[in-house]
DNA sequence: AGTTGGACCTGACTGC
DNA sequence: TGCAGTCAGGTCCAAC
């Protein structure tokens, strides 16, 4: 599941590839990609004929900004199995290809989705914060506005387990299941804690575990781990998934002291991956 | 307001 | 071999 570093290694390797391009055509191949916006159409006249003039990320969502005058921003979020790939034109979509965004090189961006969670979305403006889809996000993880006092505060009111409030985009934008297991491991901290119970040390490992992980996670452009689909823009695996120390490893030996890594379910039923031994 | 559970989706896997 | 059931978990929504 594209996470805040698959959606970070995309808008880089965007920003090299197709800033200046001009979107010629759009052709929506699955109308449901385009359900935030109303109709496939609407989409259309919003987008095509606009420059790619920047590309930024908001949490997990990649933001194609067009246009300096009339300026509008694609939001393209990734859902479950969203992911972008780089094509020469006429490239057949195959299975799973939701969107095409045809440029002026003679080349193409598919939006493939297996499951299309995902959406394509054009919203007026270059600032996602005036934007309907990240108007309650909270902050970015590697931004100086997570800080240990934002974290005192906002963790301070929550009853659910750490792990739960990770996820929360409100919290902070962009961590979702993989990193929100990796970062409790590397913080020391059980997933099912209660987050306001953690001290103000524990909040400052949770704080450099959460710089850490992801940080070390774009270095690998991401993770495409055993059940992972995704690829980067080029149609590459990440290679983070090498280095993940409990996600999906329930009953494997804990990497750092050999104790069966342990899955327990989380409200909602989905599992959170611990080790008894290495996580208070 | 915070929390929980279900719905949306499809492919991979499990068990009979 | 086939087929029903289960799981995966990002995000939104309804209900407690």
Do not use: N
Not at 2 to 29: F, M, S, W
Not at 150 to 168: C, H, I, N
Not at 184 to 197: I, N, Q, S, V
């Amino acid at each position: 599941m594209p996470e805040l570093p698959e959606a970070e290694t995309i808008r880089r390797q965007l920003e090299r590839e197709v800033v200046g391009r001009t979107i010629q055509r759009l052709e929506v191949h699955v109308a449901r990609a385009a359900r935030e916006q109303g109709s496939p159409a609407a989409l259309r006249r919003l987008v095509v004929g606009r420059r790619i003039v920047g590309v930024g990320r908001r949490g997990k969502a990649v933001l194609l900004h067009l246009d300096d005058r009339g300026p509008v921003t694609l939001i393209i979020r990734l859902g479950m199995t969203g992911l972008l790939r780089l094509v020469s034109a006429g490239h057949p979509p195959e299975r799973g290809v939701c969107a095409t965004l045809e440029l002026d090189d003679a080349r193409a961006i598919q939006f493939v989705d297996q499951r299309q969670f995902g959406s394509l979305t054009a919203r007026p403006g270059h600032d996602p914060e005036r934007m309907p889809e990240f108007a309650h996000y909270g902050p970015e993880p590697l931004s100086e506005e997570l800080t240990p006092e934002y974290l005192k505060e906002a963790l301070g009111r929550r009853r659910a387990g750490l792990e739960t409030v990770l996820m929360d985009q409100r919290v902070i934008a962009g961590i979702g299941k993989i990193y929100a297991d990796e970062i409790c491991f590397r913080a020391g901290l059980r997933p099912g804690r209660a987050a306001r119970r953690l001290t103000g040390p524990m909040r400052e490992r949770l704080l450099q575990a959460i710089r850490e992980v992801l940080a070390e996670a774009i270095a690998a452009r991401g993770s495409s781990a055993r059940d992972e689909t995704f690829r980067d823009l080029h149609g590459r695996p990440g290679s983070f998934q090498q280095r993940l120390y409990v996600y999906q490893r329930a009953g494997e030996p804990c990497l750092v002291c050999g104790t069966p890594i342990r899955r327990t379910p989380m409200p909602g039923g989905r599992g959170m991956h611990w080790c008894p031994k290495c996580q208070q």
